[in-house]
């Protein structure tokens, strides 16, 4: 489901879901890596470290997920591929954690995007629930 439950199509994921997140994840460890090389406090390079090394298995937990769910539709990805985004493909039916996946690499996006504008004091958003990683 997209913003406010409304179905996403597999042309959504892969043409916006999937870019946004690659966006907000070089934009977010740039600018960890500026405030690691900036910082002065121990402490301080320890905790933009450890928002790094958290953050990344987030975008890994994401991806893992994300590519399951394309490989479930691996048919129809190819021809929204070979459609060049004209064609929307499917309406997405994910399963729990491809749902989570697909909600969290939002959830960064809008995250990053607030702290583009000023409205968020953090470039990483925090992880509510516990990760689930697909076995």
Avoid: W
């Amino acid at each position: 489901m997209h913003r406010h439950g409304t179905p996403i199509t597999l042309n959504d994921l892969i043409y916006s879901i999937i870019p946004n997140l690659n966006s907000a994840e070089k934009l977010v460890f740039a600018t960890l890596e500026s405030l690691i090389e900036t910082a002065s406090n121990p402490l301080d390079i320890l905790k933009r470290t450890d928002q790094r090394q958290a953050f990344g298995l987030e975008v890994h937990r994401i991806r893992i997920n994300l590519e399951h769910l394309l490989d479930r539709y691996r048919t129809e990805l190819e021809a929204v591929l070979r459609s060049e985004g004209e064609y929307a493909g499917p309406v997405l039916y994910p399963d729990p954690q491809e749902a989570d996946a697909i909600r969290s690499a939002v959830d960064i996006y809008v995250h990053v995007c607030a702290f583009q504008r000023g409205e968020r004091p953090s470039p990483v958003p925090r992880r509510e629930s516990t990760p689930r990683i697909r076995p």
